[in-house]
C-alpha cells in the first residue's frame, strides 16, 4: 500500500514540485540571518524573567530595571523597537531555541556549559558573583564552603545552584525554587539556613523585603553577565557587541550603571569588563569589524541548528535518570493523598449530609473554601504561612497535606452524589432488618456508592496525578520540576517536555486501566456477560 | 394479650394528615389484611410499626413494650417488612442478601448462616437462584428473594407492603402461593394489598382503611359480602369491578 501511494506520488510531478518548493522556502528561511529577520519585522524581541531586581523587575505593569534599559539601547543602536517578553526562569532560555524569542537578557552568567549546550554569549555587559544571605546573626556562615554543612535554598538552574552545588552542598540539602524571593522565604522561616544567588540582585531584593536577612560580606564566585542568543544568531550577536560597545564608550552605560546598581561606576569596573571581553562567546572577529561578508564556514563553530521539532535521544538519555526520579515523586505523592483524600472526602461527605446542623455547615464551609481558592495558593499557605504559627511541615509533608485537604473537598462531594444517587428503599431494608444508620451506610449503602461513584473517582485521581505538579513550588523535585529543571539549560526544551509528556501518560494510562478492571468485577449487575478474573460468580 | 397494640395512631406530614388515629390489636398467628385506596394510609401504618416512619401521635405497643426511637432497633429484628419494591441489595446475591442480616446484626457464624440462608430460599423455591444477583432475576423471584430476607431474622411479625402491586400480572401468583404457604404456618402477618380475592382466601380479619380511619373491620366474608358500611361497599364496587 506504501509502495503504491509512493508511485501514485510520483506521477504527479506538480504536486512533487510544491513540495519541494515549500521545503526550499522553509530551508533559506531558516538559512537567512536571524539580524535580517529582526529588521525586516521591526522589532527585537527579548525575553526575561522579572523577578530579579535591580536588572529586571516589573512595577505597574511595567518591566524596569538595568537589563531592560540596556536592551533598549541596544534596540536602538540596531534600528528596531524591542519588545519584551515576561516568562518564568525555567522557561527562559528554551524561548531562545524555539524561536519565540531573539535574545535573552536575565542577568545569565556566562558559563561553559551553557555555551556547549548551544547558546552563544555577547561580550560580558556586566561583572557579577554569587554570594551568600542568612538570617541576621546566624554567623555558622561565613564562607562558601561553610555551606555543605546546611540546608541551602537556590532559585533552580541558576549560577547559584551550580555555586551551592560546587560547594559541596548535597542534593538532598538543596532546596530548589522556581523563584528567588521563596527561597528567601524559606530561609526566613528557618527551613533552610542559606541561600546562594547573585550579589546585585541579592542585595536589592533584601534591601525591599527581607529585613531578617543578611548577606555575608563579599562574593564566593566571580562571573560574567551577558546576553544570550540561539547558536544560529552569529551576525546578530555580533551586532549585539558592537551596540554594547558603543554604549559602553559614549556613557550611556555609566547612566544606566549608576541609576539601577546604585554605585558609581568606575573605570576600574570598565577595566574588568574589557579584560573579561573573552568570555563571551567566539564570534569571528571578520564579523564584528567588516560586518556584512557572508562567512564560509560560519557553521564550524557550533553544531547545525536543529529545529524546535527534532527529538534529541542524547537529551534524553541524559535526562533518564532525574525523570525516573521525579516520576517516582509524583507516583508517591499521589499515592499518599489518595491514601489520605479517600477515606477524608468519605468523612466529609458522611458530615455533610449528617443529620446534625452544626457539622453540615462546617463541612459545607471546608468544601466552599477549598474549592474556592487555588490549589497553588493552598500549597503555599501550608508550606509559608503556617510556619509563622508554629505548624512546620517538611517539603513533601506540606505538599501531600495540602493535596489531600485539597483532594478530600472534591472526593467528598463526588461520594455526596453517589450516596444520594442510592435509592431510598436501600436504607429503608437494611434499616428494617435492624441495622442502625452506620450499619446501613457500611454494609448496604457504601458498596453501591462505591461502584457508582469509580469513574468519577478515577477522573480525580488522574488530575491528581498532574496536579501533584504544583507541589514544585515548594521545592518537591517531583516529575513536572525535574523536567523543569533539565529543560532549563539542556538546549532542547521540546525534546524534554515532550519525554515528560510521555511519562505523565505512562503514569496516567494503568490507573486507568485498574479503574477499569475493579469498574468490571464490581459491576456484577449492568454486566453480567463481562466479568474479569476475578469474579466471584460460581463460588 | 395482643402481640401488636396501636391505639389513636397519628401521622402527618406537614399540613396533610394522613392517619387520623389508627386502633388496632393483632392477636399471635392471626393474617390481617389491610386494604383501601392509594393514599388511604395503609404503607404508612405499616411503616409507623417498625418506625420507617416516627408517629406524630399515639402508641405502638409490640410484645407489651412501647415501640420507641430507643427500642426499634430491637423491635426491627423481630418485625420483617417486605416493601412493594423489593428492595434487594442488587450488589448482593440472593444468599447474600438473605445473610446479611444474620451475619451483621445478630452475629451469626458464616457458616450456619449460609446454611439457614439456604433453608430460607428453600423455602421460596429459590435455592437454585442463591448465587444469582438481583439484577438477573424476575420480578416474582426478587419479592421471593427479599420475604427469605424478612425471614432470615425469625420475625414473630412480618409486615407485607403491597407486595404484588409492582409485578406483572403474570407474575402475581407465584409471591400469593408463598404467602399462602406462611399464612398456612401460623405466621403473625399484616398485609397491605390490592388483591381482593387473596385477602379473602387468607386473612382471618380484614381492615378497610378509608381517609386515615379504619372505617370497617371484620371477617373477611362478612366484609366482603355484607359491608356495614356505605363506602366500604362503593370501594368494593370500584376495585371487583361490578
Known amino acids: 500500500m506504501f509502495g503504491r501511494s509512493l508511485r501514485k506520488l510520483k506521477s504527479c510531478p506538480l504536486l512533487l514540485l510544491l513540495v519541494f518548493s515549500l521545503l526550499c522556502s522553509l530551508s533559506t528561511a531558516r538559512a537567512q540571518d536571524r539580524l535580517d529577520t529582526i529588521r525586516q519585522r521591526g522589532e527585537l524581541i527579548i525575553a526575561t524573567d522579572a523577578t530579579y531586581p535591580p536588572f529586571e523587575f516589573r512595577e505597574k505593569e511595567q518591566i524596569l530595571g538595568f537589563d531592560v534599559e540596556i536592551g533598549n539601547e541596544i534596540g536602538r543602536e540596531l534600528g528596531v523597537k524591542v519588545r519584551w517578553l515576561n516568562l518564568e526562569w525555567s522557561g527562559v532560555l528554551g524561548s531562545l531555541e524555539s524561536g519565540k524569542c531573539d535574545l535573552v537578557m536575565a542577568g545569565v552568567t556566562i558559563t561553559e556549559e551553557r555555551k556547549k549546550k548551544g547558546y552563544l554569549f555577547s561580550r560580558p555587559y556586566f561583572l557579577s558573583g554569587q554570594t551568600i544571605a542568612r538570617r541576621k546573626g546566624d554567623t555558622r556562615i561565613q564562607k ?87 547558536r544560529s544568531s552569529i551576525t546578530l550577536m555580533s551586532g549585539v557587541n558592537h551596540a554594547l560597545e558603543k554604549i559602553i564608550v559614549d556613557g550611556r552605560y555609566a547612566a544606566i550603571y549608576n541609576k539601577w546598581i546604585g554605585e558609581r561606576l568606575t573605570t576600574r569596573v570598565i577595566g574588568g569588563l574589557d579584560k573579561a571581553r573573552k568570555a563571551g562567546s567566539d564570534v569571528p572577529e571578520w ?58 472526602g468519605l468523612l466529609v461527605a458522611l458530615g455533610r449530609i449528617s443529620r446534625f446542623p452544626f457539622l453540615r455547615w462546617i463541612m459545607v464551609a471546608y468544601i466552599e473554601v477549598v474549592r474556592g481558592t487555588p490549589l497553588l495558593m493552598q500549597i503555599y499557605v501550608i508550606y509559608f504561612v503556617l510556619p509563622a504559627l508554629k505548624i512546620d511541615f517538611q517539603p513533601e509533608a506540606a505538599g501531600v497535606l495540602a ?32 441495622m442502625d444508620y452506620l450499619g446501613g451506610m457500611r454494609w448496604v449503602v457504601l458498596p453501591q456508592t462505591f461502584r457508582r461513584v469509580l469513574p468519577p473517582l478515577t477522573n480525580e485521581a488522574i488530575a491528581l496525578l498532574k496536579d501533584s505538579s504544583l507541589v514544585s513550588v515548594v521545592a518537591v523535585a517531583e516529575l513536572m520540576r525535574e523536567g523543569k529543571e533539565i529543560a532549563t539549560n539542556s538546549g532542547s526544551a521540546t525534546t524534554v517536555y515532550l519525554a515528560i509528556a510521555a511519562i505523565y501518560l505512562m503514569l496516567t494510562l494503568p490507573l486507568t486501566y485498574l479503574a477499569r478492571q475493579l469498574e468490571i468485577r464490581w459491576q456484577p449487575i449492568s454486566q453480567p456477560r463481562r466479568r474479569s478474573l476475578w469474579s466471584r460468580k460460581g463460588a | 394479650m395482643p402481640i401488636l397494640e396501636i391505639t389513636k395512631l397519628t401521622k402527618s406530614f406537614g399540613a396533610l394528615e394522613v392517619l387520623k388515629g389508627v386502633s388496632l390489636n393483632v392477636e399471635e398467628g392471626e393474617v390481617v389484611a389491610v386494604i383501601g385506596t392509594s ?85 421460596v423455591q429459590l435455592a437454585a437462584k442463591a448465587h444469582n444477583y438481583p439484577g438477573e432475576l424476575s420480578g416474582g423471584q426478587q419479592q421471593r428473594v427479599a420475604i427469605a430476607r424478612a425471614l432470615a431474622l425469625r420475625p414473630k411479625l412480618l409486615l407485607f407492603d403491597e407486595p404484588t402491586s409492582a409485578l406483572d400480572p403474570e407474575l402475581v401468583g407465584e409471591v400469593l402461593a408463598v404467602l399462602r404457604q406462611l399464612a398456612k404456618e401460623g405466621r403473625t402477618m399484616i398485609i397491605a394489598t390490592h388483591e381482593m380475592g387473596f385477602a379473602r382466601e387468607v386473612a382471618h380479619r380484614v381492615i378497610f382503611l378509608d381517609e386515615g380511619v379504619i372505617c370497617e373491620e371484620g371477617h373477611p366474608e362478612q366484609v366482603f359480602t355484607q359491608p356495614r358500611e356505605e363506602r366500604t361497599r362503593a370501594f368494593l364496587a370500584r376495585v371487583l369491578n361490578r
Not at chain 1, 299 to 316: F, H, N
Not at chain 2, 85 to 109: C, E, I, S, W
Request: aromatic residues 6%; glycine residues 10%; neutral net charge.
Open chain 1, 144 to 230: 562558601g564552603s561553610d555551606l555543605k554543612g546546611y540546608r541551602v535554598s537556590v532559585q533552580m538552574q541558576t549560577t547559584g545552584q551550580f555555586a551551592a552545588e560546587r560547594m559541596g552542598v548535597p542534593k538532598d540539602r538543596l532546596s530548589k525554587f522556581d523563584v528567588l524571593q521563596d527561597g528567601l522565604m524559606d530561609v526566613r522561616n528557618g527551613k533552610s539556613d542559606a541561600l546562594v544567588a547573585d550579589l546585585p540582585a541579592l542585595k536589592e531584593i533584601l534591601r525591599k523585603n527581607f529585613s531578617e536577612l543578611e548577606l555575608i560580606g563579599g562574593l564566593i564566585t566571580e562571573e560574567n553577565v551577558g546576553i544570550v542568543a540561539w
Open chain 1, 287 to 344: 564579523l564584528n569589524s567588516a560586518g556584512k561578508t557572508t562567512p564560509e564556514s560560519g557553521t564550524k563553530m557550533a553544531p547545525p541548528s536543529a529545529s524546535a521539532l527534532s527529538i534529541r535521544w542524547d537529551v534524553i538519555r541524559e535526562a533518564l535518570p532525574a525523570m525516573g526520579h521525579g516520576a517516582k515523586v509524583t507516583l508517591k505523592i499521589t499515592f499518599l493523598t489518595l491514601l489520605f483524600g479517600i477515606p477524608g
Open chain 1, 403 to 434: 493535596l489531600s485537604l485539597n483532594a478530600a473537598a472534591y472526593i467528598a462531594e463526588i461520594f455526596r452524589a453517589g450516596i444520594e444517587s442510592i435509592d431510598t428503599g436501600q436504607m429503608e431494608a437494611a434499616r428494617s432488618l435492624g
Open chain 2, 39 to 123: 393514599g388511604s394510609g395503609k404503607s404508612t401504618l405499616l411503616r409507623c410499626i417498625n418506625r420507617l416512619e416516627s408517629p406524630t401521635g399515639g402508641r405502638v405497643v409490640f410484645e407489651g413494650s412501647e415501640v420507641t426511637a430507643q427500642s426499634v432497633n430491637r423491635v426491627r429484628r423481630e418485625v420483617g417488612m417486605v416493601f412493594q419494591r423489593f428492595n434487594l441489595f442488587p450488589h448482593l446475591t440472593a444468599l447474600q442478601n438473605v445473610t446479611l442480616a444474620p451475619l451483621k446484626v445478630v452475629g451469626t457464624d458464616r457458616e450456619q448462616a449460609n446454611r439457614d440462608g439456604m433453608v430460607f430460599l428453600e423455602q
